[in-house]
Nanobody, 124 residues
Framework: QVQLAESGGGMVQAGGSLRLSCAVS????????MGWFRQAPGKEREFVAAVNWSGGSTFYASSVQGRPTISRDKAKNTMYLQMNSLEPEDTAVYFC?????????????????WGQGTQVTVSS
């Protein structure tokens, strides 16, 4: 069983930065691909960024390209999302997810485990 717990959300002004963390329990963290998704009120959950099992390959949504950096620390069983130049449109609940396949995907159905989410609010 794998459990995910996000942290690091909060309220920030436009142009600011946040670093989200996703702590993973379970001995097979290193085998999972990991992803970040977000969901704004009244909208579907959308892909933000993902990293493969080794950490050597990453992928980002075009809507956030150039602003976030996804990374993982296997020693700490933790994944991170550094978000820079935040915009009001980035306001959403951010979720981390794990895929047992080891390969990342932009589709929510590819992920087996999800965290509860952390709220990010960007004011103009």
């Amino acid at each position: 069983q794998v459990q995910l717990a996000e942290s690091g959300g909060g309220m920030v002004q436009a142009g600011g930065s946040l670093r989200l963390s996703c702590a993973v329990s379970g001995r097979t963290f290193s085998r999972y691909a990991m992803g970040w998704f977000r969901q704004a009120p009244g909208k579907e959950r959308e892909f933000v960024a993902a990293v493969n099992w080794s950490g050597g390959s990453t992928f980002y949504a075009s809507s956030v390209q150039g602003r976030p950096t996804i990374s993982r620390d296997k020693a700490k069983n933790t994944m991170y999302l550094q978000m820079n130049s935040l915009e009001p449109e980035d306001t959403a609940v951010y979720f981390c997810a794990a895929a047992s396949s080891g390969q990342f995907s932009t589709k929510t159905t590819a992920y087996d485990y999800w965290g509860q989410g952390t709220q990010v609010t960007v004011s103009s």
